[in-house]
């Protein structure tokens, strides 16, 4: 039997096909294929967080119904699917089943029953134990919570993920140790607010938070490098911003949401923080990591947002200088609170837009000039792939500071860790030699 499986929208959902693919590969014999035409079982795995994607559901849904073999089944995961639940059914009735990001655990069970729809978004499987992935690199992502307790008014995640729960520590510990001894160097720790970490777990549990979560994971021998998205700055304490400075296994680089430099649409946003507190947070971050890579996520044209608004967000881009930005014009979403206000308070889609274009022209220019700054500078850089082939030589891997670096010349192991001096920067792309080694391979 042949699996097919499309993943759109976040590090979740990634993380959320990953299990499906182990526990249909394990329980139920699949293998998986890139060819939709071919498979037994063609998975759709949807995000919601914005209206277009989701509106193009239904057309590819169409799409694959007309190229799939005779007998095949389509089945719709994710978060639309916790959100639209059997209206996609109605509206496509050649979806044979729907399951929701909230219930991931029941996947072997909703294949076998036709037209089943589970998308209970209070179900708990923050204690399942998923199979482990067959196929493994260095790295791997850790889910460490499931949903998100915030309510941001522009935000349909809390109603398609449903509540915050914590999986237990030792459940991460001891899944983190087998990671590790299959070979995982580096970990991606997954949640919507990882930083709320141990606020609430489904069982009874000894006091922690995601500091100690971290110390805990770090002590774990042959783990090189441990990551995570995405920590709300609402609870970047000093605790935390310290053990992320000293810890030498955690990656200096970090996601940290904006959403918006004006101190009222952040209120508006119901995000908990000011301009102010974000900036304070970042000063305090580059005081102690100074070469910090920092990434965010940015919505512009927000209901009500002013030009002066979008200024303050732009004042903030260019204090903090951020090395990966995602950012979108708002999207009204069902159930959230942005949703009901008076249309008079949306901003105009051309103005949106070209705040939109602002901002990324920004970001790119400040890109173009941290690259240029590069030359020279000395990295870690963690090995994760290397060819020595059809004429070409080199090896590619990511900085503590989560910058891509290829090395060119030289097949350094994968899984290693170099050090390395940046000779080049092309086009933002950056080169290197290796100065210090890791293991040389031979050629
Ligand atoms: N938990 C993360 C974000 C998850 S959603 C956090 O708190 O930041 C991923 C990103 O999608 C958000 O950071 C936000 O920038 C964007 N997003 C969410 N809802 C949106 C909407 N209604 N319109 C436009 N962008 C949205
Ligand atoms: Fe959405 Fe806010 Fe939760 Fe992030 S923290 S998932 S933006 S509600
Ligand atoms: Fe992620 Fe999209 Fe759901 S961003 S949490 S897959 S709505």
Redesign the pocket.
Known sequence: MKLFIQTLG?AMNERDSAHIIAELQHKKHYTLTDNAKEADLILINTCS??QKPEQKLFSEIGQFAKEKKQGAKIGICGCTASHLGSEIIKKAPSVDFVLGARNVSKITEVIERPKAVEVDIDYDDSTYVFQSPQTMGIKAMLNISIG?D?Q?S????PFTRGKEISIPQDMLIKEARKLVANGIKELLLLG??VNHYGVRFSHTHPKTNFTQLLREISKIEGLQRIRFT?P?PLHMDDEFLEEFACNPKISKSIHI?L?SGSTRILKMMARGYSKEWYLDRIAKLKSLVPDVGIGT???VGFPTESDQDFEDTMEVLSIVEFDTL?S??????PH?R?FEYDKSMLVDARVAKERLARLQNAHKQILTRKAQAEIGNLHSVLIENHKDSDGECWSEGRSDTNKLIRIIGEKAPIGSICQVRVVKNDGGSLFGEIIDSCDKEEK
């Open positions: 976040c967080v914005r998100c915030k941001c522009y935000c349909i995640v919507q607010n995405s709300h949401p959403q996520d940015i919505i995602y979108f014009v708002y999207s009204p979403r959230t942005a």
